[in-house]
C-alpha cells in the first residue's frame, strides 16, 4: 500500500472537521453534539451542587472564632513544640560560629525578630502580671529592650565574640494553658536534674539549657549561659486565644566562655506538667550543636 500524501492527509482531516456528505463536524451530526452538550450541562451542575452541599455542611460544623480541635484532639495533642534560631541550614543543627558563618547567622535571627517588631503594636505591657490572663482580649507585648539587652545586631547576635545567642520559641497553641510545677513538686520529681531544682522559678514556664551527655555538661559548666529577658517564658502570654497581633514569646540564650573548636551538643528543655519532652517528636525541647571557630 502506499504511503498518503501530504495533500490526501489534509483532505481526509479537513473531512473529519466538516463532512458535507453527512453533515457530520468531528464525526457527530449537529443532533448528537446537542444532547452530548446537554448530558455534560446537567453532569457538571450535579457536580458543582454536590461539592456546595458538601462544603456547606462542613461549614456549619465550624465556629469563626474557636478552632474545631482543640487541645489533646487536635494533631499536636495539645504538646507545644519549640524551635530555635539560628538554623541557616535545615540539614543541621549545628550552630557554627565562625565570621564566615556571620551573615547567614545573623539573618536568619533577624528575620524572625522582623516579624515580631511588625505585630508588636498590637500588644500591651504584661511585665507585672503574674500568671495567665484569662480571657485577654490584647496580647502581651515582647520588650525589645529587654531581649536584646546581650544580643543584637551591635554584636552580631554574639557570634564575632564567639558567644552565639540561640533564640527560642514555644510555638503557640490555641486555648493552650501551662501547668506550672511548683517548686516542692519539682523537688520530689526523680526526672529533674539537682541542678535545675535549685535555680527553679514557679511564676514562668522554665527553660533550661543543658549539655546532652555527661562530658557536654561538664564542658558546658565552664561557660556561662545567660537568658534574655529571663529564664523561661511569662505566664502572662497564655493563654492564645487568637488575639489580634499575638505573638509568642522569646527567649535569648547567650553561651559565653565556650572553648573553641569543641563541640557541645545541647538541649534546651521547657518545664510545664502539660509539656511532655519527646526527642524523636521534636517537642518540647531542642537539640542543637555549637561550635566555636
Ligand atoms: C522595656 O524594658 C525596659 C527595661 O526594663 C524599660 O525601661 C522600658 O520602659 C520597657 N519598654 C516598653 C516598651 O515596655
Redesign the pocket.
Known amino acids: 500500500m502506499e504511503k498518503p500524501t501530504m495533500k490526501q492527509r489534509l483532505a481526509s482531516f479537513g473531512t473529519f472537521l466538516y463532512d458535507s456528505e453527512t453533515k457530520q463536524v468531528l464525526g457527530r451530526s449537529g443532533r448528537s453534539w446537542g444532547e452530548i452538550g446537554i448530558f455534560y450541562v446537567i453532569y457538571y451542575a450535579c457536580l458543582a451542587a454536590f461539592f456546595a452541599a458538601t462544603l456547606a455542611v462542613f461549614n456549619q460544623t465550624l465556629d469563626d472564632d474557636n478552632p474545631k480541635l482543640q487541645g489533646s484532639s487536635s494533631l499536636l495533642k495539645g504538646n507545644p513544640g519549640m524551635g530555635f534560631q539560628p538554623m541557616p541550614d535545615i540539614d543541621t543543627t549545628l550552630i557554627y560560629s565562625t565570621k564566615e558563618g556571620k551573615d547567614e547567622y545573623v539573618k536568619s535571627i533577624e528575620k524572625v525578630l522582623s516579624d515580631y517588631k511588625l505585630a508588636n503594636s498590637d500588644g500591651v505591657?504584661c511585665?507585672q502580671v503574674k500568671g495567665i490572663r484569662q480571657d485577654a482580649d490584647k496580647p502581651c507585648?515582647m520588650?525589645f529592650?529587654?531581649l536584646t539587652a546581650g544580643c543584637n545586631l551591635g554584636n552580631s547576635y554574639g557570634i564575632m565574640e564567639g558567644n552565639p545567642c540561640v533564640l527560642l520559641k514555644l510555638n503557640r497553641i490555641y486555648g493552650w494553658k501551662p501547668e506550672i510545677w511548683t517548686k516542692a513538686e519539682i523537688a520530689n520529681e526523680e526526672d529533674i536534674a539537682e541542678s535545675i531544682r535549685n535555680q527553679y522559678v514557679e511564676d514562668r514556664i522554665w527553660i533550661d539549657c543543658h549539655g546532652e551527655n555527661p562530658a557536654d555538661s561538664d564542658n558546658l559548666a565552664k561557660a556561662t549561659t545567660t537568658y534574655y529577658p529571663q529564664q523561661g517564658f511569662p505566664l502572662a502570654f497564655y493563654p492564645y486565644t487568637k488575639q489580634k497581633g499575638y505573638m509568642s514569646p522569646l527567649v535569648f540564650v547567650k553561651f559565653s566562655g565556650l572553648a573553641k573548636h569543641l563541640a557541645y551538643m545541647i538541649e534546651c528543655k521547657a518545664l510545664a506538667k502539660n509539656i511532655a519532652v519527646d526527642r524523636t517528636e521534636k517537642e518540647g525541647s531542642v537539640h542543637f550543636e555549637l561550635l566555636i571557630d
Request: net charge negative; glycine share 0%; aromatic share 0%.
Open positions: 505591657d511585665s507585648r520588650n529592650t529587654e
